[in-house]
C-alpha cells in the first residue's frame, strides 16, 4: 500500500484489494497525480521557507526535488504532467507573459506529443490529460464560497466530470462501470486525501507510525472489500467506435463550457 500511494509501484499490492478498488471506481485515487506533487511541494516549501532561503532559489530547490520524484516514480507521464507544469507555470510568473490556465495545460500537452506522439495512445496520457483539462475547462463552475458546503458539492461536480469525460476510455479497459462510485468518491476523496496519502508519506520515513498507518489500512480494506460487492447500479457497455467517441467528446466539451458559463438555455440545447 505504502509503494502504490507514494511511488506508484503496485506489484505487492494484495490482488484481492486491488481488484475491490477497481470495483468500487477509486482506482484514480492509487494512481501518482498532482496531489502527490502538491504534497511534496507544500512539504518541502515550508522546510525551505524556515531555512529563509531566496524565493528564487526555493522554486529552482523545489523544480530539482520534483523532477527528482518525477525519476523515482519511473517517469510516470502523470507526474511529468504536474512537474512541468509548474515549470511552466513558474517561466509564466517569471517573465509575466500572462499565459492562463488552458494555454499552459496546451503548451504542456503539445511539448509531451513532441517528445514522443505516441503517448497519445497511452490510457494514462489520456485518463490525466482529459481529467485535468476539463476541470480548468470548468474552473468557475468549481469556485469555493462557502469552504465547507461547497468542498463536498465540489467531490461530487468533480467526480461527475471526470466519469463523463474518462467514459469512452474506461470502457475499453474495463467495460463495467459502477456508477455509485460517484457517491462513494464523496468519501473516498477527502479520506484518502488528507488521512491516508500524507500518512502514506510520513510513515515511509518515519517507521515508527507503521502500526498506527496498518490500523488505517486495515480499516480502508474492510470497507473497500465490502463496498466493492454492491453491484446494483453497475452497467456493462458495449465497444463503440471511434466515430462515436469522436461524436461524444465534440458535443460534452460545449457542454461543459456551457456548464462552467451558467448559460442554461444553450446547456439544454447540447
Not at 25 to 33: A, D, E, P, Q, T
Not at 196 to 204: D, S, W
Amino acid at each position: 500500500m505504502l509503494k502504490a500511494l507514494t511511488i506508484g509501484n503496485k506489484d505487492d499490492m494484495e490482488q484481492t484489494l486491488s481488484n475491490s478498488i477497481s470495483n468500487v471506481g477509486i482506482s484514480h485515487l492509487f494512481v501518482i497525480s498532482g496531489l502527490h506533487v502538491q504534497i511534496i511541494a507544500m512539504f518541502f516549501s515550508k522546510i525551505l521557507k524556515l531555512l529563509h532561503i531566496s524565493e528564487k532559489k526555493q522554486n529552482t530547490l523545489l523544480i530539482a526535488i520534483l523532477f527528482t520524484y518525477f525519476v523515482l516514480t519511473g517517469f510516470m507521464i502523470s507526474v511529468f504532467r504536474v512537474v512541468y507544469g509548474t515549470l511552466l507555470r513558474y517561466i509564466n510568473k517569471v517573465k509575466k507573459l500572462n499565459y492562463n490556465s488552458l494555454d499552459i495545460m496546451s503548451v504542456n500537452i503539445i511539448t509531451v506529443l513532441v517528445i514522443n506522439p505516441l503517448f497519445f495512445y497511452q490510457y494514462s496520457f489520456s485518463l490525466s490529460y482529459i481529467i485535468s483539462t476539463s476541470i480548468i475547462i470548468c474552473s468557475d463552475y468549481l469556485k469555493v464560497k462557502n469552504k465547507i458546503k461547497d468542498t463536498i458539492i465540489n467531490s461530487i461536480k468533480i467526480s461527475i466530470i471526470a466519469t463523463l469525460v474518462t467514459l469512452p476510455i474506461v470502457i475499453n479497459i474495463k467495460p463495467e462501470i459502477n456508477y455509485l462510485s460517484i457517491i462513494y468518491n464523496i468519501f473516498y476523496i477527502p479520506v484518502v486525501t488528507y488521512i491516508i496519502l500524507p500518512m502514506a508519506f510520513i510513515t515511509t520515513f518515519l517507521n515508527f507510525l507503521e502500526p498506527l498507518f496498518n490500523i488505517i489500512y486495515q480499516l480502508f480494506t474492510s470497507a473497500t472489500n465490502c463496498l466493492s460487492t454492491i453491484k446494483t447500479l453497475t452497467i456493462t457497455y458495449p465497444t463503440v467506435s471511434m466515430g462515436v467517441i469522436i461524436g461524444y467528446y465534440w458535443v460534452l466539451y460545449f457542454l461543459l463550457k456551457e456548464i462552467s458559463n451558467f448559460r442554461k438555455k444553450k446547456l439544454y440545447y447540447y
